[in-house]
């Protein structure tokens, strides 16, 4: 593939090559590219090594990680689309080379047709969605902030919430009862975000809790990391109470938008998140596998 070439990613390079990913892509959280430097600097040394910069005589026009049998981070700067499929073909080669029986790749939907050529097929697709913040009537509903002495309620609430849900034929939402605990006590650490605990609430009846939203910040900006309701409680507006809760407090705490991924084909819950004002932003985010 004369012209393009594939190397690792410099640290002295991050700036050029977040600037290329950003170039490249609508589905992200954050345009600033400061955040994604600072995210990446503050990476281990071998996750940082697993970040690679596709090079045309020496310039940077195009991103990827590469990480065992999973490919990500994927993008080519606009001018430079003529390179995709090199791109991929470039980025599968060692993965090929190992004994991997199958590449599992994330990219958004604008490089789809360009992975399905190559015999990849989408598995399933995320997106953003956004909303504006703004001060509403408050829900009648009684709630408090959860305490780091709730994480085991909640991650049985969880447990029960995702139980047969769409995420978990895609490999979302399971897991040992451990891995659950390490998810939710992640939140709190910081995994997805600094925890917002003013902006993140619970609801509980005689049975037990009955529905949690957490709250994050993360590159820059709020993020609903969770939202749950327990079956028995469901279509009686309460998911829609939590979340007019957290928009609530955010706005006390001087933001102005709140955003949340969601999995396309979810629809009672984009149709919740569109009825409180939230809007997609960017490019869906697809998960596609390719069999060896």
Not at 17 to 29: E, I, Q, S
Not at 102 to 112: G, K, M, N
Not at 175 to 194: A, L, M, P, Q
Not at 236 to 259: F, T
Request: no cysteine.
């Amino acid at each position: 593939m004369p012209g393009l070439e594939i190397a690792p990613l410099e640290t002295a390079e991050a700036e050029p090559f977040w600037r290329v990913f950003l170039a490249g892509r609508t589905d992200v959280p954050t345009t600033d590219v400061r955040l994604h430097i600072d995210r990446y600097l503050a990476l281990a040394l071998e996750e940082q090594r697993s970040y690679f910069a596709f090079r045309e005589s020496g310039r940077i026009v195009g991103t990827v990680r590469i990480a065992g049998s999973f490919l990500g981070t994927f993008s080519i700067l606009p001018a430079e689309r003529r390179w995709t499929r090199d791109a991929i073909l470039l980025g599968t080669t060692a993965i090929l080379q190992g004994e991997a029986d199958r590449i599992v790749a994330s990219f958004e939907d604008s490089y789809l047709e360009d992975f399905e050529k190559l015999g990849f097929v989408e598995r399933f697709s995320r997106i953003r969605m956004e909303a504006s913040l703004g001060k509403t009537d408050p829900p009648s509903v009684p709630m408090s902030h959860p305490e780091v002495t709730d994480v085991e309620d909640i991650v049985r609430f969880l447990m029960h919430v995702y139980e047969g849900h769409i995420e978990q034929q895609f490999g979302m939402h399971t897991g040992s009862d451990g891995e659950w605990r390490d998810y939710v006590t992640g939140i709190w650490k910081g995994d997805s975000g600094t925890y917002l605990p003013v902006a993140s609430w619970a609801a509980r009846d005689s049975a037990g809790l009955s529905g949690v939203a957490l709250v994050t910040h993360w590159m820059g900006s709020p993020l609903l990391s969770e939202l749950g309701v327990r079956g028995d409680a469901r279509r009686r507006g309460l998911g829609r109470a939590l979340v007019v809760q957290s928009m609530n407090a955010l706005v006390d705490l001087g933001y102005d938008r709140l955003g949340l991924y969601v999995t396309v084909g979810n629809n009672p819950a984009v149709n919740l998140y569109k009825a409180l004002g939230f809007r997609q932003v960017g490019g869906r985010s697809v998960n596609a596998l390719r069999e060896l």
